[in-house]
């Protein structure tokens, strides 16, 4: 009889996909067999080539949700003979389109198991099926086989044996199988008195009731230690303010459930999607007036709160229990990265917890939460894409075999490989300034290149010498003996949303607004405009140059920014003058005017702006000031109605100093903080919408940190919908976590980036 082989490639390991296909073979009486290999799933069967066809076909149209297939083949190969159909052993396959599979949150039917009294895995903190689980986090190797994960630790009972045989059951081949009898250990570590005995449940208790004390607990999740405490508690959560280094920056919150969300925000059924879905991320909604969340403590003169839901059966025994909102934060002091290691973690959270909840199932690839927010209209905007969503790829396959690694940036570094023509983009691994963050970066990359079997064949890295990212990329290629090209922040930053949404043969102006970046003319860019024809780019139009004093001290301190761009602005010396004691003043403005360093950064005009309406003089975090900005018009009323303010000369072009001459006199005339940061927003769209019909062109796209802010997304929905094609990220975030996968594009389809090799 003939034999038929079919391949499939993509996301095809850790769904379920081997059951399902077991499934449907038997349901079509076929005998053959199903494998995984590193390169995807194998299927061969005795029929013909109809047979085959329709079992693919079949393939496609019902896969399991989970999956994403990217490429199918059939061909017929040397007759064999199956008496029946069966899963067979992995093998390696012909390294073609590996594909990792992200981490799944804890399904329904688990919950419900875990919940079951009858149940055998009933308060089983590792429950896991066939479709939910770590994968990611715990895989050391492809094919993703129980082997090559941290499951391998754990050798499955006869029960779970039984499940993972019978192809009835929802752990038919499920390879993070486990139970009480044969599963992972929970464990408790108390600072003051050492381990804590009991079992699992006598464990979940005591920590729930130290977190009932208002003390803080750490608790290993998926990705990494995070630290829970009471978010109904204002003195604990000072205290972990306090402990973490980190006065400000929001905290996420941990809610057990939908109907425990809703009595803290509210929330749309596109936003409940996303908050139930398998990546469970944490979504940012608008708080409720009466919530007992402490907002005041939690999100410090914000409107949004970070929620998620308990994404581990660990932390849903631990939200079932206490009944109450959790803080969720990763474990580390501010600025390090999340806390992964068992044998560190001890050490590295004294001080901060009070107790630690940990097992010992190994985490081999720290992730934090992925974070996302909303417009009002609920299109996402991508705050940060890390466990449940990467790595993953972008889903437009580049027609290049070449093995290309893209660096990234700095504060929010990733890393794009591209890799049989997919791009692979990793999670966000951090500000990698920080030593600790440099560490994760080089293992992380060293993980994902070890899965792959990657070597690259060239490097890509920003422009600016000066970055972690760039040094270890001239490090690489010397030691690879590989190029290694720079790619401006900026443009990188527009390939991205380009490549995105492969615009490639269109005509695009691309408005990049961040906080900063090395340009081509040695200057911090950060309010550009570029316009993209036929792979080429151009710089049209920039925020006018102001002076950029101070280097780093600038980016932290809000009112230096204030004193550079309205240095010269009548009216605004003495709302400046107050900013600073005698010395500095004379000190900084010695400084402006010996500078000749220059930005044209939209950014730092936004801390400009906070700064002169009195909202903040210093950040305690990156991103603060603009935050608050938005959060102040966010909290006007007539957000959507007023009017910009005028930003436009004699001659009806745009003029900076127009701009900020009517905010000082706004501020003269005691128009409110928030009316002036509303209209403030509604000019910037002014300002795009000028610079678009100055160009005459139709697709606009939208890229870097400037647009997560959702206010000004809605915005510019609102006015330049109905005249323009708008473009925005929509995997990717906007902040310098898309640079790493637009330098890959940038490569990839910008002719004047293309030396020959
Ligand atoms: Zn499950
Ligand atoms: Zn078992």
Redesign the pocket.
Known sequence: MKTFQIHIAGVVQGVGFRPFIYNLACKMNLSGWVSNTSSGVYIQINGDEKVAEQLLNEIIVAAPKKSIITSHSIKEVAEKDFDQFSINESFEGENDDRIITPDYA??D??IEELKDPGNRRYNYAFI??S???PRYSIIKDLPYDREQTSMQAFNMCEECKKEYKNPNDRRFYSQTNSCPTCGINLSLYDYEKGDVFGDSTVLIKKAYETIEQGKIIAVKGIGGYMLMADATNPKTIQLLRQRKHRPHKPFAVMVKDVEMLQEHASLSSKQEEYFLSDSAPIVLLESKKDSSIVLDEIAPELNEIGLLRPYSPLHYQLMAAVNRPLIATSGNLSGSPIIFEDDKVVDELKGIADMILMHDRKIIAPQDDSVIRFTKDDQAIVIRRSRGIAPNFIRNKENNKKSILAMGAMLKSTFTLLYKGNSIVSQYIGNSNSYETQLNYVNDLSHVEDLLDFSADLILSDKHPGYFTSELAEELAIKLNVKNYKIQHHEAHFTAVLGEHQLWDSEVLGFVWDGTGLGNDDNIWGGEVFYYKDNQLKRMHHLPYQKHILGDKMVNETRISALSFFHNISGSKEILRKKFNDLEWDIYSKQYDSSALLTSSMGRLFDAVASVLGIINISSFHGQAAMLLEASALRCKEKYSLSPFSIFNDKNEFELTVLLEEIITAIDNGLSVSIIAARFHHSLVTYIEWIAGQEKCKKLSFSGGVFQNKLLVELINEKLKPKYELYFHKELSPNDESISFGQLMHYLHITSNKPPL
């Open positions: 804890i399904c039917k688990c896991t099926c479709h939910c689980g």
